[in-house]
């Protein structure tokens, strides 16, 4: 029982454990990495990539996946960017670009709860309408001189960058509603095993619609801090995020079979993305490299996932298996064992 305690709190921390070698690895690998400015730009890239991962976690969670989340946040934040450049309200803004994720995952989530079309189909086919539409509305070009707006994504609220500041408050609310309500619950039941959900009574197409649409928000939000951080609204943006997003979870210790995940694990599998592809950019390794490396630990995670998960299953199935009663001696009856030891 110890050695099983042991082993558990072993898996359960060792994503931590991960990030601090990262860390320290990355501290030797180059001098600039614990500069401020660098620590300071490390913070706001990992919080575009942090608030993405969390809506992916949920979807995962629940046995889903988006493959839009970096087309639909280059279409939120452009959108945001158009909307402050026309009324000057920075408020507008933010609430088009969170509009405009909803939306475009309201249909996503239409397709997959109500008609039952798989979301792996359903969010590809939604990544190019979302990165067509982008297009067409800033007919390619992008868009400039975004004055106040940039403080979203550049602005300090004392020491602390607003961005950063955005990312605790959004992960102290998914934490809560995934540990301490049952919209949480049900993602982890729906995730788990669909049909015992179902047979529970969990409303499992309003479960996946509520994650879907959680998703859209984070992902508005991701692509508003974006744009103001990069200061333009980038039609092209967010190519290979929607990777990235997936990648933190499941480094994280997120199953890809949905049913296990939690959001710390999540916060520090995208700090780890975003330490490496930072330390990657500061000796000078080559963006098609990255993506090689990139590529590696989303099929290295995954393949440890469905490894480790094969396990448990071997070890509960062979726990949960009747004993085998040896077979009877040459000419003794097949109930003589039985009988040899009699109830009391």
């Known amino acids: 029982m110890l050695s099983r305690l042991r082993s558990f709190e072993a898996s359960r921390y060792s994503i931590f454990i991960i990030l601090v070698v990262v860390l320290v690895a990355a501290s030797f690998l180059s001098p600039n990495f614990l500069s401020g400015d660098n620590v300071f730009n490390v913070l706001r890239q990992v919080a575009v990539i942090t608030i993405l991962a969390y809506g992916a976690m949920t979807l995962i969670i629940g046995g889903m996946i ?6 639909v ?3 939120a934040g452009v959108a945001s960017v158009l909307i402050y450049k026309s009324s000057n309200s920075m408020l507008l803004a933010f609430l088009a670009g969170i509009a405009v994720g909803v939306i475009c995952n309201l249909i996503n989530a239409f397709l997959v709860a109500t008609l039952h079309t798989p979301a792996f189909i359903v969010t590809l086919g939604m990544m190019l309408m979302a ?3 982008v297009l067409e509305l800033t007919q390619g070009q992008n868009v400039l001189q975004l004055g106040d707006f940039i403080l979203i994504g550049q602005g300090n609220l004392g020491l602390l960058p607003i961005p950063v500041l955005i990312l605790l408050i959004i992960t102290a609310v998914i934490w809560y509603l995934m540990n301490q309500t049952r919209y949480g619950r049900s993602v982890y039941a729906v995730g788990g095993n669909e049909e015992a959900a179902r047979a529970a009574g ?3 197409e309003r479960v996946k619609y509520q994650a879907f649409l959680i998703n859209g928000a984070l992902v508005g939000i991701a692509g508003v801090i974006f744009m103001s951080r990069v200061n333009a609204g980038l039609p092209n943006a967010g190519i290979g995020y929607e990777l990235q997003a997936i ?5 994280g210790g997120t199953s890809f079979s949905g049913g296990v995940g939690t959001v710390f694990g999540t916060l520090a599998g995208a700090l780890i993305v975003g330490v490496l592809g930072n330390i990657m950019n500061l000796i000078g390794i080559g963006s098609y490299v990255q993506q090689i490396v990139m590529g590696l630990i989303i099929v290295v995670a995954v393949a440890y996932d469905v490894f480790s998960k094969r396990g448990r299953t071997k070890t509960t199935i062979l726990k949960s298996a009747p004993p085998v009663q040896p077979p009877p001696s ?4 097949p109930g003589a064992l039985e009988n040899a030891n009699p109830k009391q």
């Not at 988006?66 to 087309?71: H, K, Q």
């Not at 990648?247 to 480094?251: D, Q, S, Y």
């Open 330 to 333: 040459a000419g003794e009856s």
């Open 73 to 75: 946040m280059a279409f």
């Open 202 to 204: 969990i409303a499992v």
């Open 66 to 71: 988006d493959l839009s989340a970096g087309a």
């Open 247 to 251: 990648t933190a979870p499941i480094i």
């Open 131 to 133: 990165r067509g539409a």
